[in-house]
């Protein structure tokens, strides 16, 4: 059966992938080398495809495969769900095998150089993306998911499972920013069986409180139980998003939130959570509760939930922890026939589905007074625009500022390190509430438009001389000016004289102008202070740990 399935996934990455992998660098190569060359590189797009969709030709540029890799196959930024994917990939012929110790530590001595912009360590395909990549290595809220890809076993054996356990550990400390997932023979060809027939999913489902929309196309929508739902992922997997431009995202913090309502607030799960969509080759209803509305039993044929995907692998998790609780929760959910639809019609629902605006903690913001009033304040005191809205023009930096950079830059400003470790870590965690801390140490009535603009303007004058910096600093250091950013932010801050900085008549200017030389010497010795304490750690958990981050401070200062 290995030999069939390993014939299968070759296949289908001839059909997929032809003419789209770069193979340059094997030119001179024999048919066998580029041969195997090829579909390794081919099953690192594919296991790209799998976690974002991306057609053939556009998965096949994540490709970074090639000497001196530093083992990373392929790399992609998925902008949308800010992950950062990394994909390992091996081509194993017998579709025995399993990861090998060696190529496991090779993947993450591979990662962790990533952190730490030693873009010099891989190939050129992957420095080509260094800005990109540095970019999304600056964003407070990006995650990384590590893929094995390989035709071989899934299993890991013990030492090499350890490997992946411990940077998950650390990396994983203070919140979820890692995830490792393997994807063997097994899960390769039920991927690409996606689409055959053998491989199609029927279910059977009750609906309460049920209806229907028969014009222009026939639709059922109703309420099924979360426990009904959670044994579909049981018996089907992956195979329910066939259609889906994602698969389950595994642990992320949206998901993390589903869980918890499922496990603690169950019967508030409709409420809280917008259901789940699915597509259906046909839709048939049955004679049980042919009378009533108040549920009927359905069967469906060539199912593909093809929105709410993390909603059903969120209801899977949470019923495996506390089945019970699942069994309270109810889920809204709407089934598309596709029968007599037009062809691309499957097309366009998936799409529609899957960009539509979501709703942002930060959202929320824009109904707190305080802000109204600072926007006011700001104009008439100042002559700023203050942006609070998502989708406001963004001021020019000389004539305002945005919600995000006032949130972060009095985060940075206020005495406890911990709250620019959030701003690091989880800026959307101090928009959560708008009634109380932290949201209520930022932006409170104390608060004035001059503390407001000055506090921007000096983290721009930090954030302007780290960028200078980091020009001329080595790969490491690099990392931490980066990644330390908001530390630097918070200890500038704590060098400053800002006893006045709600007065319009103090000179502030001449206390701005100190900023550049501060931030060199904060700068500096923030990198003794990591090279002295943490030689080895990961740059990006360091300055997510609040503990951590409080100890440097610390004797930083008191140096």
């Known amino acids: 059966m290995n030999n069939l399935w390993v014939r299968h996934v070759r296949e289908a990455i001839r059909t997929g992938f032809s003419g789209f992998i770069d193979l340059s660098d094997y030119a001179a190569s024999s048919d066998s080398l580029r041969e195997k060359a090829f579909l390794s590189r081919g099953l690192a797009a594919l ?124 990396m994983n400390e203070n919140r979820q920013t890692v995830s490792v997932e393997i994807l063997g023979l097994n899960e390769f060809h039920a991927l690409i069986a996606g689409g055959v027939d053998g491989s199609r999913v029927s279910l059977k489902a009750t609906l309460e409180n049920w209806g229907v929309t028969g014009e222009p196309y026939e639709a059922y929508y109703g309420v099924v139980s979360a426990e009904s739902i959670a044994d579909w992922y049981e018996r089907n997997g992956d195979r329910l998003f066939s259609q889906n ?38 839709v048939k209803k049955t004679a049980r509760g042919a009378t009533s509305r108040t549920f009927a039993e359905f069967q469906l044929s060539g199912v593909s939930v093809v929105n709410g995907a993390q909603t059903v692998a969120s209801i899977h998790s949470a019923a495996r922890k506390d089945p019970d609780s699942v069994g309270r929760a109810k889920v809204w959910v709407r089934f598309i026939s596709l029968e007599g639809c037009p062809s691309d019609f499957d097309a366009a629902v998936t799409r529609a589905t899957n960009t539509q605006n979501t709703v942002e903690s930060r959202d929320f913001v824009a109904l707190d007074p305080e802000q109204s009033r600072l926007r006011t304040e700001l104009v008439l005191s100042l002559k700023k625009t203050y942006s ?15 919600v995000v950079d006032a949130t972060i830059s009095l985060a940075c400003a206020n005495r406890d390190p911990n ?141």
């Open 47 to 170: 296991a790209v495809q799998r976690y974002t969709g991306l057609a053939p030709s556009e998965a096949a540029k994540s490709v970074v495969d090639g000497s001196g890799d530093n083992g990373l196959d392929a790399v992609v930024i998925d902008d949308a769900h800010r992950q950062v994917i990394l994909v390992q990939s091996k081509w194993d012929g017998t579709g025995n095998r399993g990861l090998g110790l060696g190529d496991a530590r090779n993947f993450v001595a591979g990662f962790k150089d990533l952190l730490d912009l030693k873009f010099t360590r891989f190939t050129p395909a992957l420095q080509a993306q260094e800005e990109v990549i540095t970019a999304a290595l600056d964003d407070p809220d990006i995650s990384f998911l590590l893929v094995v890809a390989t035709t071989g076993r899934a299993e890991l054996a013990h030492p090499v499972r350890e490997v992946f356990e411990d940077v998950l550990k650390e």
């Open 245 to 282: 431009i994602r698969k389950s995202l595994g642990r992320t913090s949206v998901n993390d939130s589903l869980i918890d309502t499922l496990l603690h607030e169950p019967e508030n799960f409709w409420y809280f959570n917008n259901g789940v969509t699915a597509l259906c080759e046909s």
């Open 388 to 402: 609070i809205k998502r989708g406001e023009p963004t001021p020019e930096l000389a004539n305002g500022c945005t």
């Open 419 to 559: 709250l620019a470790v959030v701003a690091k870590s989880r800026l959307g965690s101090l928009w959560e509430s708008t009634e109380k801390a932290p949201y209520r140490l930022l932006f409170n009535p104390g608060v004035g438009p001059y503390r407001l603009w000055r506090c921007v303007e000096v983290m721009r004058a930090v954030d302007s001389r780290l960028q200078e910096r980091r020009r001329a600093l080595g790969e490491r250091p690099k990392a931490i000016a980066l990644q330390g950013n908001r530390l630097v932010l918070h200890l500038v801050f704590r060098a400053l004289d800002i006893s006045r900085i709600d007065d319009a008549d103090f000179q502030w200017d001449e206390e701005l102008a100190k900023v550049p030389e501060v931030a060199d010497s904060v700068l500096d010795a923030l990198i003794k202070c990591v090279d002295k304490n943490y030689p080895t750690s990961y740059v990006t958990s360091l300055f997510k740990n609040a503990a951590k981050c409080r100890l440097m401070v610390d004797e930083i200062r008191g140096a």
